[in-house]
């Protein structure tokens, strides 16, 4: 599985301006290691992905399957705690984001935040919303990128050559949007009649609130 560390800037800025509507999904991570761990290669501690297009052979396809395809392939210390952040053009489908839902509850020494660009609203590979509920109950903190996020992501996954991050037109009107939608999808009014989503009965965890996670982002 090969991660990268920086790519150049109109890649950045192709994919993760948050006005756009690329084709493409880009996930840049980083892993928070604890003292003592040696599972993690040197150097692959941070990097990113993106998604392989549909006739390359081979699975997986999604930028998020393949991260858990690598993650998974460190073995990381179940006595030891880890947290990784995603910084992601795209929130996850909804069968990524089960799938990750899944490593959450099958891997409890690891905690996940997400930062996503923009909402992917394709019903193609089911209930996105659903997904989303989803994952936010096995653990994850989910809420859309904000300018602090972009030039963060930009300092470190950028090959910059010393040049400032540059916001672009819409950013924080666009970011202020989509957060209104991430809530209101974490957070619906669900009519009673509606069966809950299952979730596993050793893994009840709620998710925590935007507002909460925009603190914890520092």
Known sequence: M???????????TENFNNVNWPRKT???????????????????????????PVHVAGPPHDAEMRFLDLISSWNLDQKLRYRVTCFI???????????????LWENSHVSLRIF?????????????????RTLQAAGAQIAIMASEEFEHC???????QGRPFQPWDELDAKSRYLSEQ?????????????????????????????????????
Request: hydrophobic share 30%; aromatic share 14%.
């Open 182 to 218: 991430l809530q209101h999808i974490l957070q619906p009014t669900a009519p009673p009649s509606l069966p809950p989503l299952y979730f596993p009965p050793s893994h009840p965890v709620p998710g925590p609130s935007f507002r909460s996670l925009r603190g914890s982002s520092g």
């Open 116 to 132: 996503a660009s923009r909402i992917y609203t394709k019903r193609k590979y089911g209930d996105y919303e659903a997904g989303l």
């Open 154 to 160: 930009w300092k470190t996954f950028v090959d910059h």
């Open 26 to 52: 880009y996930l840049c991570y980083e892993v928070e290691l604890p003292d003592g761990d040696s599972r993690v290669p040197p150097g692959w501690d941070k990097g990113f992905l993106c998604n392989k």
């Open 89 to 103: 053009s795209w929130s996850p489908c909804a069968v990524c984001a089960q799938r990750l839902a899944e490593f």
């Open 2 to 12: 090969e991660a990268r560390c920086l790519m150049d800037e109109d890649t950045f």
